[in-house]
């Protein structure tokens, strides 16, 4: 008796599973994403549309709570306290940005309230402001151990959050406190004599939006430099030199030689004027 044969079915024959498909079929092409990864991205594009109609404070709750987060990123996590994000008002015109906190600020989770914090609220009382109309910020949000100086790989992981913080508040007028700061918002490595005196251009890395910008001194050091001196001055007075008034800051032929606080203040209101400046009158033909 012969093999029986396997009956014969009508239509398209029949591919063999272990063989790959018949030539001409439509093919998955190179580095296609599958349709779960389409729509996830369809997804994200839909979000971040709806994310540049919130308001700032939503834009900022959104980055604390989902960007943010318990961030990572580098190995500041494993020593610092608290996560310190920024504090102030979500639609200010002024803008701070310092270095990193210190350890009052990891204690408390805020920017900017020890001693450091303390002179800035002295200075924002001299130009007639209060703390809760600006927002204040730093370039890293985990402390440093010891207040060492930020490690260019802490500010390269990091940054991205504050630039997302300036496009949600979209300041006036942005303020680097200290060299690390001033650096990172020029894009540029200077001295601090370099950056001080003017006024510059911050330009958003995302969206290309510049916001000018005036660079001066951290409250840290100012308060250091005070100290110093003030035990100069102490010196001075027991050694009797120049009729009692210590090595301290001394008029010259161009006039009296301004404190680090005076430079500030004078910086300081260069940034107020530019959001405060008076109204233009009509014009004349």
């Known amino acids: 008796m012969g093999a029986r044969q396997q009956p014969r079915t ?16 439509p093919s ?3 580095g296609a994403r599958s349709q779960p990864d389409a729509n996830a991205n369809a997804n994200k594009g839909t979000l971040r549309r709806q994310a540049e109609q919130w308001p ?10 989902r960007s943010v987060g318990d961030c990572r990123r580098c190995r500041l996590a494993e020593t610092r306290r608290n996560l310190v994000f920024g504090v102030g008002n979500p639609d200010a015109d002024m803008m701070f940005v310092g270095e990193a906190p210190g350890a009052e600020e990891d204690r408390r989770g805020e920017p900017f309230v020890g001693a450091a914090g303390q002179r800035l609220d002295a200075w924002l009382h001299e130009l007639g402001l209060q703390r809760s109309e600006v927002y204040i910020a730093n370039v890293l949000k985990c402390r440093p151990p010891g207040n060492r100086d930020p490690h260019p790989v802490e500010i390269q992981r990091c940054s991205p959050f504050l630039h997302a913080q300036i496009r949600a508040i979209q300041p006036r ?5 200290g060299r690390f700061a001033g650096c990172l918002l020029l894009d540029r490595q ?14 958003e890395p995302k969206t290309g939006t510049e916001f000018p910008l005036v660079v001066t001194y951290h409250p840290s050091y100012v308060l250091r430099r005070d100290a110093e001196n003030m035990r100069q001055a102490r010196g001075g007075q027991r050694g009797g030199r120049g009729g009692g008034r210590g090595s301290g800051p001394q008029p010259d032929q ?16 260069r940034a107020v004027s530019l959001f405060r400046a008076p109204p233009r009158g009509p014009s004349r033909g």
Not at 10 to 25: F, M
Not at 56 to 65: F, P, Q, S, T, V
Not at 190 to 203: A, D, E, N, P
């Open 28 to 30: 998955q092409a190179p």
């Open 10 to 25: 009508s239509g398209a024959p029949r591919q063999d599973a272990r063989r790959g498909p018949e030539r001409g079929a």
């Open 56 to 65: 700032a404070a939503k834009k900022l709750a959104y980055l604390r709570d």
């Open 254 to 269: 161009r006039g009296p030689i301004k404190s680090e606080g005076a430079k500030v203040l004078a910086d300081l209101q």
């Open 190 to 203: 200077l001295k601090m004599y370099q950056m001080r005196g003017s006024v510059h251009r911050y330009r």
């Open 173 to 177: 007028v942005l303020v680097a406190l």
